[in-house]
């Protein structure tokens, strides 16, 4: 050790205590100054050439340094009052060889305002710590469990059981299904009824996500990887769901370039960051997710056979609501109870005439598009009961729409009341058509535009036209 601190040259040695510590004294066993820095003089009030061999009661006011010299004892983070303040100083013994030499003091901080500064700037990181652990540990967690999955016919209480039945496997899942049927819903589920439970849920849409985005999304990246790249990198999804599940929503629209390198992960276990060279092991149960027709796909070329046969190991398709039509009162019963939280509402009940509106509904939109209609009459509804004017206009239309074929008793259909002309009744459901899939996608143009398999352009320019804001 010696030898070290001799390589160090001689006048650096002060230089270096001073970075150290910007305030330090150091006493013999009787409590004298053998060193004292210009930093701690220029605090009391006076100089080095002053200080150096006095007793350090005599330099520094309410000292315990000779204390500590005599006793041996450290004092760590003690208040000290001095110069009508108070500091809060450290003093440690110093032991050589064995025996007891002196002591050594350093102060912390100059005064209670300095320590309640540096607290407080450490209480805000401490607090903003635990504000982003509990975050992600909450967005970490699966929400549903199948008690969450209401419905009681039987094609949804067999797609239900069959994944109740295959939760417990570590196999890969596909759930096949139109939007918004809850394929999300059973991604939770299943976790929830796993094995992995406790373990991390990661849920990732591949449609949300841009293509030069979600490599690095997926896997990660180092420092430096690329412009703009978070200092020290980032974990990626794989990486986050360790051990647990990693749901990838929409599996359908991801890129062929990407698909190839999913395949590798899944294949090999182990991910490798962007701008990384090391291999990095990991351990997922991977629930994907797709409205498409998959197989179609993968004859058009558009979806890799290899990994459609590698998510394809249990398959579970979850009808639409129009195939189901027997469960949507137990649904929006459960949907009401659901709104009735977020609008701090109770007791809220939906008519006859409403019910059986609901029911001669098609739902292209599926649970999102009636979760939405509940909504949006929850927001104009006065009393306790949701009734037709509630709906929205398209739904209200359905009555219309019924009324021009009613039969007359000879076995006639009535003529409507009023024939529009073609161009304004062709602008009259192109308009419903808009309004209709925004509110099946809360407000989302642009998935709203691929629902009505029209360019994201011309919706913006048709909702323009309309004045659809």
Same mark, same amino acid.
């Given at each position: 050790m010696n030898s070290k601190m001799e390589a160090i040259p001689a006048d650096w040695h002060e230089e270096i205590?001073?970075?150290?510590?910007?305030?330090?004294?150091?006493?013999?066993?009787?409590?004298?100054?053998?060193? &004292?820095?210009?930093? $701690?003089?220029?605090?009391? #009030?006076?100089?080095?050439?002053?200080?150096?061999?006095?007793?350090?009661?005599?330099?520094?006011?309410n000292t315990r340094m000779h204390i500590v010299a005599e006793t041996g004892k450290k004092e760590l983070a003690a208040l000290h009052p001095i110069n009508g303040s108070e500091m809060i100083a450290n003093r440690y013994p110093l032991i050589v060889d064995g025996k007891l030499v002196g002591a050594l003091g350093t102060v912390m901080f100059r005064s209670p305002e300095e320590w309640r500064m540096y607290k407080?700037? =450490?209480?805000?990181?401490?607090? @903003?710590?635990? $504000?982003?652990?509990?975050?992600? *540990?909450?967005?970490?967690?699966?929400? $549903?469990?199948?008690? *969450?999955?209401?419905?009681?016919?039987?094609?949804?209480?067999?797609?239900?059981?069959?994944?109740?039945? =295959?939760?417990?496997? /570590?196999?890969?899942?596909?759930? &096949?299904?139109?939007? #918004?049927?809850?394929?999300?819903?059973?991604?939770?589920?299943?976790? /929830?009824?796993?094995?992995?439970?406790?373990?991390?849920?990661?849920? =990732?849409?591949?449609?949300?996500?841009?293509?030069?985005?979600?490599?690095?999304?997926?896997?990660? $990246?180092? *420092?430096?990887?690329?412009?703009?790249?978070?200092?020290? %990198?980032?974990?990626?999804?794989?990486?986050?769901?360790?051990?647990?599940?990693?749901?990838?929503?929409?599996?359908? *629209?991801?890129?062929?370039?990407?698909?190839?390198?999913?395949?590798?992960?899944?294949?090999?276990? @182990?991910?490798?960051?962007? %701008? %990384?060279?090391?291999? &990095?092991?990991?351990?997922?149960?991977?629930?994907?997710a797709t409205h498409r027709d998959l197989e179609k796909m993968v004859e058009e070329g558009k979806f890799r056979r290899d990994l459609y046969y590698r998510l394809n190991v249990i398959k579970i398709e979850i009808p639409p609501l129009n195939k189901r039509k027997e469960d949507i009162k137990l649904i929006s019963v459960s949907l009401l109870k659901k709104l009735e939280r977020r609008f701090f509402r109770t007791g809220i009940e939906i008519s006859k005439e409403v019910e059986q509106r609901l029911m001669e509904h098609s739902w292209p939109g599926n649970i999102r598009e009636l979760e939405n209609v509940l909504e949006r009459a929850i927001n104009v509804l006065d009393g306790q009961t949701i009734e037709v004017f509630h709906l929205p206009l398209y739904l209200r239309e359905l009555e219309l729409q019924s009324s021009t074929q009613m039969v007359s008793p000879v076995g006639k259909e009535k003529t409507p009341e009023r024939i529009l002309p073609l161009k304004e009744r062709l602008a009259q459901v192109e308009k419903e058509a808009i309004l209709n899939a925004l509110t099946m996608t809360? %407000?989302?143009?642009?998935?709203?535009?691929r629902l009505l398999e029209i360019g994201k352009t011309r919706f913006y320019e048709k909702c323009n036209f309309y004045d659809i804001k």
């Open positions: 205590i001073n970075l150290l510590a910007e305030r330090i004294v150091v006493t013999d066993r009787e409590g004298t100054i053998l060193y &004292i820095n210009k930093a $701690y003089c220029e605090f009391l #009030g006076t100089t080095v050439e002053e200080a150096i061999n006095r007793p350090v009661q005599d330099v520094i006011e407080t700037k =450490i209480q805000h990181l401490v607090e @903003e710590l635990k $504000y982003y652990k509990t975050k992600i *540990d909450k967005e970490l967690k699966s929400k $549903y469990y199948f008690h *969450d999955l209401i419905g009681s016919s039987q094609s949804f209480l067999a797609a239900k059981k069959l994944a109740e039945r =295959i939760s417990a496997s /570590n196999s890969s899942v596909l759930l &096949i299904g139109e939007s #918004g049927t809850g394929k999300e819903l059973f991604a939770h589920a299943i976790h /929830n009824h796993s094995l992995r439970s406790s373990l991390p849920f990661v849920a =990732i849409n591949c449609a949300s996500i841009p293509e030069h985005l979600l490599e690095s999304e997926l896997f990660g $990246y180092e *420092d430096g990887a690329f412009t703009g790249a978070k200092k020290g %990198g980032k974990k990626g999804q794989f990486e986050l769901a360790h051990n647990g599940t990693l749901f990838l929503d929409e599996i359908g *629209d991801m890129p062929l370039s990407m698909q190839s390198k999913l395949l590798r992960v899944l294949q090999e276990k @182990e991910v490798q960051r962007v %701008g %990384g060279q090391k291999s &990095i092991p990991v351990d997922v149960r991977i629930i994907a809360n %407000g989302n143009k642009q998935e709203a535009a």
